[in-house]
């Protein structure tokens, strides 16, 4: 049976909903608000993703917590959990780590050397040499607002601030608000 379509921009919305329905009208929200009015509506899944880049297998949840070796220490390493696997755009897949990359959570030389194994082994969710950031930007923002949307759900159900981690994914949505919408081919929003 055929798989899935992969459920980023889905995800993303519903994260964004979740900290609506969890703060409403609070005024922590608007950094992240502003960030996620910036993306394009696909991904905001208010329209259809572009068709230019939408027919590959996408784990749906990629960061380095999925990567693991087995058997520990030397075995290969092993992607996990795949619950959220469908067809997609394989931006999607890096959005994350683009992400803490990009907020300052993935060191400079962590994000190279992934980035480097990812092309070299043929990843397809960037071009194999050049900047990848026309093909990441909008993933990876949308990642941000993500994490941050979620941050804040939580910290409302907590009852406690966000901590310095949640913080900098907060600011960096405050950051995208003030870039241009996007870098990406497709339709505008």
């Given at each position: 049976?055929?798989?899935?379509?992969?459920?980023?921009?889905?995800?993303?919305?519903?994260?964004?909903?979740?900290?609506?329905?969890?703060?409403?009208?609070?005024?922590?929200?608007?950094?992240?608000?502003?960030?996620?009015?910036?993306?394009?509506?696909?991904?905001?899944?208010?329209?259809?993703?572009?068709?230019?880049?939408?027919?590959?297998?996408?784990?749906?949840?990629?960061?380095?917590?999925?990567?693991?070796?087995?058997?520990?220490?030397?075995?290969?390493?092993?992607?996990?959990?795949?619950?959220?696997?469908?067809?997609?755009?394989?931006?999607?897949?890096?959005?994350?780590?683009?992400?803490?990359?990009?907020?300052?959570?993935?060191?400079?030389?962590?994000?190279?050397?992934?980035?480097?194994?990812?092309?070299?082994?043929?990843?397809?969710?960037?071009?194999?040499?050049?900047?990848?950031?026309?093909v990441?930007?909008?993933?990876?923002?949308?990642?941000?607002?993500?994490?941050?949307?979620?941050?804040?759900?939580?910290?409302?159900?907590?009852?406690?601030?966000?901590?310095?981690?949640?913080?900098?994914?907060?600011?960096?949505?405050?950051r995208?608000?003030?870039?241009?919408?996007?870098?990406?081919?497709?339709?505008?929003s």
């Amino acid at each position: 049976f055929p798989l899935p379509p992969m459920r980023g921009p889905a995800k993303a919305a519903r994260a964004v909903a979740r900290m609506r329905a969890a703060r409403p009208g609070d005024p922590a929200l608007l950094p992240v608000l502003a960030g996620w009015r910036t993306l394009p509506a696909w991904a905001r899944d208010e329209a259809a993703p572009p068709a230019l880049r939408s027919g590959f297998l996408c784990h749906g949840d990629l960061h380095l917590g999925q990567l693991v070796r087995h058997p520990v220490p030397d075995g290969p390493w092993l992607l996990i959990d795949v619950d959220d696997a469908g067809v997609g755009d394989p931006a999607w897949d890096l959005a994350r780590p683009a992400a803490w990359y990009a907020a300052g959570l993935l060191a400079p030389e962590d994000w190279s050397v992934f980035l480097h194994a990812y092309r070299s082994a043929g990843g397809p969710a960037v071009p194999a040499d050049g900047d990848p950031w026309p093909v990441l930007d909008v993933p990876a923002r949308a990642l941000t607002v993500q994490t941050a949307a979620v941050a804040l759900a939580k910290c409302a159900a907590e009852q406690r601030e966000p901590d310095a981690h949640e913080q900098l994914m907060i600011e960096s949505c405050a950051r995208i608000a003030t870039l241009p919408p996007e870098l990406t081919p497709g339709p505008a929003s």
